[in-house]
């Protein structure tokens, strides 16, 4: 019996066993320790802050911080929901940048519209 295979396929491996996607486990872990430590660079307290946010033991947070390990998914998912920086972070390793730019147009289309609140309407007679 022959089934026919239907949807995505999985990166491509090479003759070593290795995928396409080149990102390891530790330059992974460093970007995110990285997305972490510029989002909350001026926290004293950032680790417990996070260890809040995802139920994650302090330790594991400062390892997280420190690049040492990578979160798991579960509590990349919660980063990604309070960090700006961490989600940009996947975005960018996932080469879907584009996603980045939509939300700097909305923002920018935000800002511009309480600009113009501010200021008001031009006059006619300039």
């Known amino acids: 019996m022959s089934a026919s295979v239907k949807g995505k396929s999985f990166p491509k491996r090479g003759g070593d066993g290795s995928s396409d996607f080149s990102l390891d486990d530790h330059t992974f872990a460093m970007k995110i320790a990285s ?3 510029s989002e909350l660079k ?10 809040g946010w995802t ?11 420190s690049g040492r ?10 980063l990604a ?7 940009n ?15 700097k147009v ?7 519209l309480e600009l113009a609140a501010i200021i008001g309407e031009p006059e006619l007679d300039e």
């Not at 004293?44 to 260890?51: D, F, M, P, T």
């Not at 972070?89 to 939300?103: F, K, N, S, W, Y």
């Not at 909305?106 to 511009?112: F, H, I, N, T």
Request: net charge positive; glycine share 4%; aromatic share 4%.
């Open 42 to 51: 001026d926290r004293n307290s950032r680790a417990k802050l996070v260890a």
């Open 81 to 87: 929901q309070h960090s700006d920086h961490v989600l």
């Open 35 to 37: 997305a972490l430590t």
């Open 106 to 112: 909305a923002d920018l289309r935000r800002k511009v």
């Open 69 to 78: 390990y990578a979160p798991c998914g579960r509590h990349l998912v919660v």
């Open 89 to 103: 972070a996947i975005l960018l390793m996932a080469d879907r940048q584009d996603r980045l730019l939509g939300e």
């Open 55 to 65: 139920g994650a033991n302090e330790r594991t947070v400062k390892n997280w911080f």
